[in-house]
Structures are given as structure tokens and as C-alpha cells.
């Protein structure tokens, strides 16, 4: 069983940047495609990146060119960069294994907002 703990978010202005972690238990780590998700407030959950066990990364295209995905295996830890937030990114980012999910932690919350 793979568990997760998530950080970094917080409170941001519109423009504004983060970088959300993710440390992952579990020694097979290393080949789980991992992805990370949102959930706003009223809607269903969704991913927005994904990277594979050998580094691919895809994202959703409303924050495609704005948000970059990465992981250290080595460290079991997947990040998530976000930059020119908007107020639409406001929800609580999850990470999780990709496709296929595990169970979920407790989220960070990002608040885009003036």
C-alpha cells in the first residue's frame, strides 16, 4: 500500500507561484505513474498532471504552459510547480498513483485570490 502526504500549499495572489509536494511511503515508489489532482469546491475531482515511472509528463489544458510536474525517486517525493495562478486553481490538490489510485491523503489547499 502506497500512502501520501501532501504540502506547500497556501494563500496566493493571482500571478503568484507554488510548489506543492507530495511524500509518498512505500518502497515501490519508483514505478507508479503519479499524478496530481484538484478538487474546487461543488465539482468532481480531476487530474492535472501526470508523470510516468520514467519521467513523461502530460497535463490538463487549463494549466498546460503554467504548471510543471516532477518526482525524486530517490526520495519517494513528487512536485507540482505552479506558476501565474489563477483564481480557477483554487481547490485542494491531492496526489495520488496514475492511473490507476490508491487511497487518498488529506490534500493541500491552494486559495487563489485578491
Known amino acids: 500500500q502506497v500512502q501520501f502526504v501532501e504540502s506547500g500549499g497556501g494563500l496566493v495572489q493571482p500571478g503568484g507561484s507554488l510548489r506543492l509536494s507530495c511524500a509518498a511511503s512505500g518502497s515501490i515508489f519508483r514505478i507508479y505513474g503519479m499524478g496530481w489532482y484538484r478538487q474546487a469546491p461543488g465539482k468532481q475531482r480531476e487530474p492535472v498532471a501526470a508523470?510516468?515511472?520514467?519521467?513523461?509528463?502530460n497535463y490538463a489544458d487549463s494549466v498546460k504552459g503554467r504548471f510543471t510536474i516532477s518526482r525524486d525517486n530517490a526520495k519517494n517525493t513528487v512536485y507540482l510547480q505552479m506558476n501565474s495562478l489563477k483564481p480557477g486553481d483554487t481547490a485542494l490538490y491531492h496526489c495520488?498513483?496514475?492511473?490507476?489510485?490508491?487511497?487518498w491523503g488529506q490534500g493541500t489547499q491552494v486559495t487563489v485570490s485578491s
Open positions: 495520488n498513483t496514475y492511473p490507476t489510485v490508491h487511497s
Open positions: 508523470i510516468t515511472s520514467g519521467g513523461s509528463s
